[in-house]
């Protein structure tokens, strides 16, 4: 038999699996579906400046597919209606720089433009963005995804909220949706920038076991043949993923990969073994999924957690934390954070499940104190790193750059 041949298929439309399918409906999303659309209305009543909105929440809980039903209804409505808006959706995923965030929106909104432009001053892309959106003109609006990943380096989102308050723009309206899988990212922001960007928020909480079923049926009944999926399957997979991060987007991974397992075992049943089977496959998967959903500080600051296990010094202080955070930061070349920012990111990474921070009374000898470790593998983990380009000499060798922090 061809490998690329399976004695069964238990799917009726796979795609309904894939990460960018977007639902007909959005189950348990209702109420942020009506908070993210109530910051255009003003705009279609009476022509008044759209709002910006900031989204915020763990990985995987439907905040993007969400912006992105809104928009589309937004952009049908005015389309319907005469109204001149504009959406464009830009992906801040591998930048970390006002200037590379700039690059990043004119290759949106100029056809011509493919790649992020090099060589120019930082005054000089944006004179060149705001001149291609009052070109543009009418109400634009941006939608920037992993707004996080930009840190405390925000001039671009001053400078767009501000454009026509500030005499940059004269025929265009701006607006920007903002989403942010950092919980603690406006913290690191400018007054000013909160000042101009926080207008609306909106907070994505966890999905539960009971939403997470819901969510898995509804692509159940699409993706699977009828009764391709056996009783309990679901369930399962519902409490394990609400247990670990109550992401939608693992569950359903999770579930694909189940009915994948069964394919080539040649069942025409998917069951609670392959799941089983399909949840040590994707241990691995996951790590890495949640590295790539991480800052690069995060990332830098989990690192300096992992080094610090492989010496076997974990739990640690906060303080000895941000000390070795500061090594792994310089080594791949990103801005350091402040230290009063070290416990809020150390409390992020405890919610993606990869660290963890506890409490300690510090007694007759002082005021309490942080601890923190590794919730993972440590193997795991630097396995999950070596698909992180930026820390490649550091996993190659963990052991002697360990050893260089003991000798400085």
């Known amino acids: 038999m061809s490998l690329f041949e399976t004695d069964t298929n238990v799917f009726e439309n796979e795609r309904a699996l894939m990460e960018e399918w977007v639902p007909d409906r959005l189950p348990k999303r209702e109420p942020e579906l009506e908070e993210i659309a109530k910051s255009f209305r003003t705009t279609i009543r009476s022509g008044i400046e759209p709002k910006n909105v900031l989204i915020s929440g763990k990985t995987g809980q439907g905040k993007t597919v969400t912006a992105r039903v809104v928009l589309e209804e937004l952009h049908n409505y005015c389309q319907e209606e005469d109204i001149d808006l504009r959406t464009f959706e830009v992906s801040l995923k591998d930048v ?9 929106i004119l290759t949106a909104i100029e056809p011509e433009t493919t790649e992020r432009p090099k060589g120019l001053s930082l005054t000089d892309l944006n004179e060149r963005m705001f001149r291609r959106l009052d070109e543009i003109g009418g109400y634009v609006v941006f939608f ?16 767009l909220p501000r454009a026509r308050s500030n005499g940059k723009i004269t025929n265009a309206h701006l607006s920007i949706i903002g989403i942010s899988n950092d919980l603690q990212f406006k913290q690191d922001l400018s ?3 909160k000042d101009s960007l926080y207008e609306n928020e909106v907070h ?8 997470l079923r819901s969510i898995l049926y509804d692509r159940v009944d699409t993706a699977f043949k009828p009764d391709a999926v056996d009783d309990g399957v679901v369930e399962l997979a519902a409490a394990w993923t609400a247990k670990d991060t109550g992401s939608a987007r693992q569950a ?6 189940a009915g994948d397992i069964a394919c080539v075992e040649g069942s025409d049943i998917v069951t609670e073994a392959h799941l089983d089977d399909a949840r040590d496959e994707l241990e691995e998967v996951n790590i890495v999924n949640k590295l790539k959903d991480l800052t690069i500080n995060d990332q830098a600051l989990l690192m300096a957690l992992a080094i610090l296990e492989s010496r076997g010094d974990t739990p640690v202080r906060t303080k000895e934390v941000y000390s070795e955070y500061k090594r792994v930061a310089d080594a791949i070349g990103t801005n350091q954070l402040t230290s009063r920012s070290i416990r809020d990111k150390l409390t992020n990474l405890d919610t993606y499940n990869l660290a963890m921070t506890h409490k300690r009374k510090g007694g007759v000898q002082g005021g309490d104190y942080y601890l923190s470790e590794l919730r993972v593998n440590l193997d795991s983990l630097l396995e999950g790193f070596e698909h992180v380009e930026e820390f490649d000499g550091i996993v190659q060798d963990v052991d002697t750059f360990s050893r260089q922090s003991t000798l400085s």
């Open 204 to 211: 994505f909480d966890p999905y539960n076991a009971d939403e």
């Open 144 to 159: 920037l995804d992993e707004i996080d990943n930009l840190g405390s380096d925000d001039d671009l989102l001053y400078q």
């Open 96 to 104: 970390n720089t006002a200037y590379q965030s700039v690059g990043k």
């Open 252 to 257: 359903i991974r999770l579930l694909h990969e």
């Open 191 to 193: 007054a000013k920038t």
